[in-house]
């Protein structure tokens, strides 16, 4: 399958509908250190698939605070990256 073959179809991929979050503290347990709290965050993310986005998905990750900032760094790159000049331009190319 070439890639303009792909395009010309158009990529079914799965679309962000919604983030849920709750932050968990874990203050004490058999095998945690005293005095210290392990903070972690619980997400549920929905996604839709389809152009009317009849399946929806639900994922639930967990991830810890130096993880979730480290996932912000790398979708936040993944965002300039989407508006830089090389990358509109081979959209207009896909898209003609």
């Known amino acids: 399958v070439s890639v303009w073959q792909l ?3 158009g990529l079914q991929l799965p679309m962000f509908h919604s983030l849920e979050w709750r932050l968990q503290v874990q203050l ?3 095998y945690a250190p005293m005095g210290e709290c392990r903070p972690s965050f619980l997400l549920r993310l929905h996604t839709r698939e ?4 009849a399946k929806e998905q ?6 810890d ?5 480290h996932l912000t760094s790398e979708l936040e790159a993944a965002l300039l ?3 830089s000049a090389y990358t509109r331009r081979i959209s207009r190319r896909l898209r003609s």
């Open 65 to 69: 605070v130096s993880n979730l900032r």
């Open 28 to 30: 004490a347990g058999r």
């Open 81 to 83: 990256e989407e508006k």
């Open 7 to 9: 395009v010309s179809d």
């Open 58 to 63: 639900t994922h639930l990750l967990q991830a």
């Open 50 to 53: 389809g152009e009317s986005g």
